[in-house]
C-alpha cells in the first residue's frame, strides 16, 4: 500500500514536443505530491507538487494533472527542451506524521534537438 | 544550490568496515531526512530526525544507525558493510512537516 509505480522507466521526446509522465497510488492516507528533477551527480530538487484539493496545477512549462479518484497523477512538459533531459521522480507522502517520501521508480527522459 | 551539505562526495571501503556519513540541513530548517537511492531499490525513505529526536522510521537496516546533533547536524552510521550497500545516500531538510524537502548532492558509498 505504500508503493507509488511511475510510467514509463524512459522516454525519448523530440524538442518542442510534449513529455509525459505517469504515477499512481494505492494509499489514501497520501495528501501530497510532489515531483523531483534529479541530474547526474546531483540530488533531487523539487519541480512542481499539488495537493488532492485540485486536479491540476501549472508551473510555467510544467503541470501537474491528479485524478484522486482513479488515485493516479501525471507530469506534462510542454514544448520539452533538450535542457529537461534528466531522471523525474514522482513522489508521495501523508502530511499527518513524519511526511516522508515515497518515490516511484522513477523516469529517464531524453530530449532530442 | 539546494543549501544541504553532504559529506564526503564519495566514499570508497571494504566489505565489514564502518563509515560515517554527515549532513548539513538548510539553515533554520528542523527536519533532517535519510534516503538510500539504488538501481534495483529507487529511493527509499531511512531515517527522520526532527529537532534532534528521531520522528520515523522506514526500511533501515539495524546495521545502520544515525543521529541529530544539538546544531542540528545530522549523521549516518553504516556498520559492517555488504557489497549491497553500495549506492548513493541522500540527505534532506525541511522546515518540518509538513513542508518542501531539499536534497543534498548526496554521497556515494561503493563497497568493494
Known amino acids: 500500500q505504500q508503493q507509488v509505480k511511475q510510467s514509463p522507466q524512459s522516454l525519448i521526446v523530440q524538442k518542442g514536443g510534449i513529455s509525459i509522465i505517469n504515477c499512481a497510488y494505492e494509499?489514501?492516507?497520501?495528501?501530497?505530491f510532489p515531483w523531483y528533477q534529479q541530474f547526474p551527480g546531483k540530488g533531487p530538487a523539487l519541480l512542481i507538487a499539488?495537493?488532492?484539493?485540485?486536479s491540476e496545477k501549472k508551473e510555467g512549462r510544467f503541470t501537474i494533472s491528479f485524478n484522486k479518484s482513479a488515485k493516479q497523477f501525471s507530469l506534462h512538459i510542454m514544448d520539452s527542451q533538450p535542457g529537461d533531459s534528466a531522471t523525474y521522480f514522482c513522489?508521495?507522502?501523508?502530511?499527518?506524521?513524519?511526511?516522508?517520501?515515497?518515490f516511484g521508480q522513477g523516469t529517464r527522459l531524453t530530449i532530442n534537438p | 544550490d539546494s543549501g544541504v551539505t553532504q559529506t564526503p562526495k564519495h566514499l570508497i571501503t571494504a566489505t565489514g568496515q564502518r563509515v560515517t556519513l554527515r549532513c548539513s540541513p538548510r539553515?533554520?530548517?528542523?527536519?533532517v531526512y535519510w534516503y538510500q537511492q539504488s538501481l534495483d531499490q529507487g529511493l527509499q525513505f531511512l531515517i527522520q530526525?526532527?529537532?534532534?529526536?528521531?520522528?520515523a522510521k522506514g526500511n533501515i537496516l539495524e546495521r545502520f544507525s544515525a543521529q541529530q546533533f544539538p546544531d542540528l547536524h545530522s549523521e549516518l552510521n553504516l556498520s559492517s558493510l555488504e557489497l549491497g550497500d553500495s549506492a548513493l545516500y541522500f540527505c534532506?531538510?525541511?522546515?518540518?512537516?509538513?513542508?518542501?524537502?531539499?536534497f543534498g548532492a548526496g554521497t556515494r558509498l561503493s563497497v568493494l
Open positions: 534532506a531538510s525541511s522546515l518540518g512537516p509538513p513542508s518542501i524537502q531539499y
Open positions: 494509499n489514501t492516507a497520501f495528501d501530497y
Open positions: 499539488i495537493r488532492p484539493d485540485v
Open positions: 513522489a508521495a507522502s501523508a502530511i499527518q506524521g513524519a511526511q516522508k517520501l515515497v
Open positions: 539553515s533554520g530548517d528542523l527536519s
Open positions: 530526525y526532527y529537532n534532534g529526536e528521531e520522528r
